[in-house]
């Protein structure tokens, strides 16, 4: 498996204040996504990014900013977190080029209050 | 419109038995991939099958095989002589498009599947 790691894990949060999430990676991979996980939607992409500095929004990108100064590290940031944004986030990579999977993070469990 | 569609919440099937869990997409281009991931309830995403849209014979990986009816837009995921460790949360993904690289996929809404023994 490829080694992808999130933090935190868990947080809860009030309304309004920013939040900041970490996707860290070990395989180099040249792609990193950002998803949210609801009861009843699947998976939705929030941010990609295909390089470093190189990001595109997604299906469900407002409220949400991303970076990727390494390619090792890709952070999603709520500026200024809603009750709406409570979710499970999940971060992917994948080589460059390769049809085939995504490698997923274990996933963050966002609650904000 | 949904661009990936899995018609069932639920299923329930009894241990050794096949299962079949569909999927039905929609999409206008010609080059396009469609995945299946497998969702315990530890809940990590599992990757369990591809299936290339110019790929002439259906995926195989396995208990698991693709039942890919490209006029139809079908991509059930079949799971023969089921197990209790198949019991998850099962997604239907698609990526549209030649640029494989970016693979932006649009998931459906799963469906949980529950083995009996």
């Known amino acids: 498996d490829a080694g992808i790691t999130q933090s935190p894990r868990h947080k809860v949060t009030e309304t309004g204040t920013p939040v900041t999430l970490r996707c860290h990676q070990t395989e180099n991979h040249r792609y990193m996504y950002w998803y949210r996980q609801d009861p009843g939607h699947g998976l939705r992409l929030i941010h990609y990014?295909?390089?470093?500095?190189?990001?595109d929004k997604g299906e469900v990108s407002d409220g949400y900013s991303v970076s990727r100064s390494k390619t090792e590290d890709f952070l999603l940031t709520l500026e200024s977190a809603t009750s709406s944004q409570t979710s499970v986030y999940f971060c992917?990579?994948?080589?460059?080029?390769?049809?085939?999977?995504?490698?997923f993070g274990p996933g963050t469990r966002l609650t904000v209050t | 419109a949904q661009k990936i569609t899995q018609t069932q919440p639920g299923m329930f099937v009894q241990e050794k038995e096949a299962v079949t869990l569909d999927c039905t997409y929609d999409t206008s281009d010609q080059s396009y991939g469609l995945f299946w991931y497998k969702q315990p309830s530890s809940g990590e995403m599992i990757f369990l099958i591809y299936q290339g849209s110019y790929d002439e014979q259906n995926a195989t990986e396995g208990r698991y095989s693709l039942n890919f009816q490209k006029a139809r837009k079908s991509a059930n995921l079949v799971i023969s002589a089921s197990q209790l460790g198949d019991s998850a949360m099962y997604f239907c993904?698609?990526?549209?498009?030649?640029?494989?690289?970016?693979?932006?996929?649009?998931f459906g809404q799963g469906t949980r599947l529950t083995i009996n023994p």
């Open positions: 992917a990579s994948k080589p460059g080029g390769s049809p085939y999977e995504q490698y």
């Open positions: 993904a698609m990526r549209e498009g030649y640029d494989q690289g970016a693979q932006k996929l649009v």
């Open positions: 990014s295909y390089g470093v500095k190189d990001t």
